[in-house]
C-alpha cells in the first residue's frame, strides 16, 4: 500500500523528527509557483523572522501578486511591528494595518 504524502510526511516525522517537517517544507516550497513568498510564510511561521524578511523582500522585487495579501496572512502576524515588514507594506502600496483590521 503506497502512502499518501500526510502519511508518509508522518513516517518520516517518527523517525527524523523535525528534520523531516523542514525536507518537507523545503520540497514543497520549491515546487510553489512564486517559492519566495510561500517560503518567507513557512519562515515566519516557523519564526525565523530573519529569512522571513528576506524571503518576502525578495519576492516583492519580483512582484509576486501574492505580496498584495501580506497582511491578511496570519503566518505574518508576528512581522506586523518589523521595521522591515512596515517598509515592504508601504513600497507595495498597501495602507498599514490597524491592529485587529483586516486590510481591505
Known amino acids: 500500500m503506497k502512502l499518501g504524502p ?6 518520516n516525522y517518527r523517525h527524523k523528527g523535525e528534520v523531516a517537517i523542514r525536507d518537507y517544507m523545503a520540497e ?3 515546487q510553489a509557483p512564486r517559492p519566495d513568498f510561500y517560503r518567507a510564510m513557512a519562515y515566519a511561521e516557523a519564526g525565523d523572522s530573519e529569512n522571513a524578511i528576506r524571503s518576502l523582500t525578495k519576492a516583492v522585487r519580483q512582484r509576486d501578486f501574492e505580496v498584495l495579501e501580506m497582511l491578511n496572512c496570519p503566518e505574518f502576524d508576528s512581522l506586523h511591528s518589523d521595521r522591515r515588514f512596515q517598509q515592504l507594506v508601504l513600497l507595495v502600496g498597501l495602507r498599514p494595518q490597524k491592529s485587529g483590521s483586516p486590510q481591505l
Do not use: E, G, Q
Not at 6 to 11: G, M, P
Open 6 to 11: 500526510i502519511d508518509a510526511l508522518l513516517v
Open 28 to 30: 514543497y516550497v520549491a
